[in-house]
């Protein structure tokens, strides 16, 4: 196995002093100095240098630099022994930043995070933004300065994605997206097949005899995960030979996650929006609708309408909440929340221990599951 990066900064620096060529109380290359040198990042030299604090081979003085320690003896060090400090494994720290969760989606990936981390013997920190990329960006500044190992990131929403992101990624710093990646940023990603999943959920309305289908969604525009859901209803169609109206499609909710007084006039405003698309398409008779939230509005809109849920309409989303021994509301896609947690998980872990800079895009299986909210024509 590839020795990581840290490990071979680590052992240059003992065989310098080994070697006579650094003495007690000399100083020892900056981070700057090593990440240039051995061509890694910043953060891979910083943690080299903190392995060797830690096994007291050299002094770490602020505003100094790092120097030879006076109790550092070689035979000591002759066996390598990087991680470990105090007779036990030096436990790393990670964190996880994430808009919010919730039953239909959040909840377990936080859990199966949570417990992935604690089997590699690693902290977690969890910090929500609440869908507001100015938090996230706070939060990012405050987990990097408390020097964190590692970020999993759900990013939010939005047009205009985070500058820290990509600042991070431009310094290697070890991160992880999580449900969706950024187009310009260099990251690891962990996603659901969203183009496929779009697919089959309208693919699933047409065997049941729907050919005017409408799509409900928040915009697309800088959110892969609702752009490839998008781009899956559309082939549906064009691989049905069908032409796909463009009034059929509803991009122009907006979004929201906290229940405050603000929340409640995104609501009205996202219904009275649904209202009039619903009201102009009378010949539509099934909606895909991107998020479980979206289902539950459309849903509320018909029945206000006087129409009934599936006899007149047939609806079908993701990440709807499931229970066990009960056949689920709504005939949805479910994003495996499990298997996205352990590879995000495992991925941040290599690009610690091994020093890898290449960004992993990995893409998860998912379960379609049929419910109550879909009939035949």
């Known amino acids: 196995m590839k020795t990581p990066l840290y490990e071979q ?39 080299a240098l903190d392995l060797l604090a830690q096994n007291l081979i050299i002094e770490r003085i602020r505003g100094k630099g790092s120097f030879v320690s006076k109790l550092y003896n070689e035979k000591d060090h002759e066996s390598k022994n990087t991680t470990v ?28 995070i949570e417990k992935a981390c604690a089997q590699k013997n690693t902290n977690l ?54 449900d969706r990646y950024l187009r310009g940023i260099p990251a690891s990603s962990v996603c659901t097949d969203n183009r496929l999943a779009g697919e089959q959920l309208t693919n699933y309305l047409f065997t049941l005899g729907h050919q005017n289908i409408g799509f409900i969604s928040s915009s697309p525009v800088g ?10 209803f559309q082939l549906a169609y064009s691989k049905q030979g069908i032409q796909l109206k463009q009034e059929f499609m509803l991009l122009t909710l907006l979004n929201s996650l906290e229940q405050t007084q603000v929340e409640q006039s995104l609501f009205e405003t996202n219904y009275e929006i649904i209202k009039k698309f619903v009201q102009s398409n ?60 352990n590879k995000a998980v495992d991925i941040l872990s290599e690009h610690i221990l091994k020093g890898e800079k290449e960004p992993k895009h990995t893409v998860i299986d998912f379960t379609f599951l049929e419910g109550n909210s879909t009939k035949p024509q």
């Open 85 to 112: 400090t105090n007779g036990s494994e030096k436990r790393y720290t990670f964190a996880l930043i994430i808009p919010g969760f919730s039953d239909n989606f959040g909840t377990i990936l936080v859990k199966a």
């Open 282 to 341: 009378p010949t539509i008779s099934a909606f895909v609708a991107c998020e479980y939230d979206w289902a539950l509005l459309i849903s509320k809109v018909l029945q206000d309408l006087g129409h009934k849920i599936p006899e007149d309409y047939s609806i079908v989303c993701f990440d709807s909440p499931t229970h066990p021994y009960k056949r689920p509301d709504y005939t949805h896609i479910k994003q495996n929340e499990v298997d996205i947690a």
């Open 125 to 178: 920190i969890i910090r929500q933004t609440h869908g507001k990329i100015e938090e996230e960006e706070k939060a990012i500044k405050q987990l990097v300065n408390d020097s964190v190992d590692g970020l999993i990131i759900f990013p939010v929403h939005g047009e205009n994605y985070n500058v820290e992101l990509l600042k991070l990624s431009l310094k290697n710093f070890p991160l992880v997206l999580v």
């Open 223 to 232: 959110t892969s995960a609702i752009e490839e859901r998008v781009q899956g």
């Open 9 to 47: 900064i680590y052992d240059y620096i003992i065989d310098q002093v080994n070697k006579g060529l650094l003495n007690h109380g000399d100083r020892v290359p900056s981070e700057k100095e090593l990440s240039d040198k051995f061509n890694v990042s910043r953060i891979t030299s910083k943690k």
